[in-house]
């Protein structure tokens, strides 16, 4: 079971910080998003080691963080704008590389 929270509406240049559960053993926790009439996108991943990796768009702005102790990731998101406008899923791989996605979070960023 994948389960989001934390987003909502924000002013251009606010904050919002996303969580995921998830229950089962986990190798990599990451956030994608998908705007309407786009495809899904990388937002930023974290594995079970703390190696990270994010999409260009959000490189500076966006940090992902992972407590492995309660099968949680955090995104903190700063500086957001009216692009970051997105349905944002939580994503999670397990160590046999089976992934399984949540039902979606909506970040909203007004100008």
């Known amino acids: 079971q994948v389960v989001e929270s934390g987003g909502g509406l924000v002013q251009a240049g606010g904050s919002l910080r996303l969580s995921c559960a998830a229950s089962?053993?986990?190798?990599?926790m990451g956030w994608y998003r998908q705007a309407p009439g786009k495809d899904r996108e990388l937002v930023a991943t974290?594995?079970?080691?703390?190696?990270?990796n994010y999409g260009d768009s959000v490189k500076g702005r966006f940090t992902i963080s992972r407590d492995n102790a309660k099968n949680t990731v955090y995104l903190q998101m700063n500086s957001l704008k009216p692009e970051d406008t997105a349905k944002y899923y939580c994503?999670?791989?397990?160590?046999?590389?089976?992934?399984?996605w949540g039902q979606g979070t909506q970040v909203t960023v007004s100008a």
């Open positions: 994503k999670i791989t397990t160590p046999f590389l089976a992934d399984y």
């Open positions: 089962g053993s986990i190798f990599a």
């Open positions: 974290i594995t079970n080691a703390g190696t990270t």
